[in-house]
């Protein structure tokens, strides 16, 4: 599956901000056992879950970044590192590396390659919401609608809010469908 591949999906789902709430809860509960050491969250929007895992299980969050976006524009086909992993803090560590939602999985999987290259001891990938095909180790809820987050479903633009214009067709097809 192609990132950003809004024609595959058939429905819409808009999260709350008490779903977000709810479901950072669950990844805590989930990466509890599993005596995490540290936290990477990918930025931009996997530093919302991140941070919040993070405090609720009082561990370290590192933040890195790796887009295929530069303006909020999809330029590139594979993922760019912009931030890179933490060097001494990672050797012999149990990493969460954690983001809001696994598309591809993709990024996922170059964090986590890192992270081990580094010299994790062990790595996992969680993330609040995953398609079928991009396979984390730990998710919370698993779809393959089209999900619309609290903090980027609409934007400010020119003085007013709107629906994100990268979503506002692939949204006004699959309403016409249902």
Known sequence: ?????????????????????????????????????????IARAGLLPATAVSCMLRKEMYPVRLTRRQADVVVSEKPVWKVTLPEAELTDRVVAVVDEIADTGETLSMVAEGARERGAKRVITACLISHTWAKPDIVILETDDLVLFPWSARVYDKGEWRIHPEIEGPIRKLKRRT
């Not at 709430?21 to 990477?40: C, G, H, Q, W």
Request: aromatic fraction near 14%; glycine fraction near 2%; hydrophobic fraction near 35%.
């Open 1 to 41: 599956m192609k990132s950003y591949d809004y024609d595959k999906r058939d429905q819409v789902r808009e999260l709350t901000w008490d779903d977000f709430a709810t479901f950072s809860k669950y990844l805590a509960e989930r990466l509890a056992p599993e005596n995490v050491d540290m936290i990477i969250g």
